[in-house]
């Protein structure tokens, strides 16, 4: 079974920087799909980006242009680097992973916070 570790959050200024991490430890080899989701108080949980094994990305629209997935294989990480944070970013942050094809993510990291000021 997989573990997954988030690292990064924090609280910045709009306008201000942040790098998630997210580590996979243990677990079975595959292609595995990468994802970011976040949680807004009182809101659903949502997408915010994805990332194949082949490195094919996608965004949530509210994102685009100010967020960017990353990954590294090899040493079973991901990353979301979140430049021109606004508020309305604020939220837990969850790595998230599913085999390629699969409809629905089964492993959840806890979850970082990010709380943007305005």
């Known amino acids: 079974q997989v573990q997954l570790i988030e690292s990064g959050g924090g609280s910045v200024q709009a306008g201000d920087s942040l790098n998630l991490s997210c580590v996979a430890i243990?677990?079975?080899?595959?292609?595995?799909?990468m994802g970011w989701y976040r949680q807004a108080p009182g809101k659903e949980r949502e997408l915010v980006a994805d990332?194949?094994?082949?490195?094919?990305?996608s965004y949530a629209d509210s994102v685009k242009g100010r967020f960017t997935i990353s990954r590294d294989n090899g040493k079973k990480m991901v990353y979301l680097q979140m430049d021109s944070l606004k508020p309305e970013d604020t939220g837990v942050y969850y790595c998230?992973?599913?085999?390629?094809?699969?409809?629905?993510?089964?492993?959840w990291g806890r979850g970082t916070q990010v709380t943007v000021s305005a």
């Open positions: 998230a992973r599913k085999l390629y094809g699969s409809a629905d993510y089964d492993s």
């Open positions: 243990g677990g079975t080899p595959g292609a595995y799909v």
């Open positions: 990332i194949r094994t082949t490195g094919v990305t």
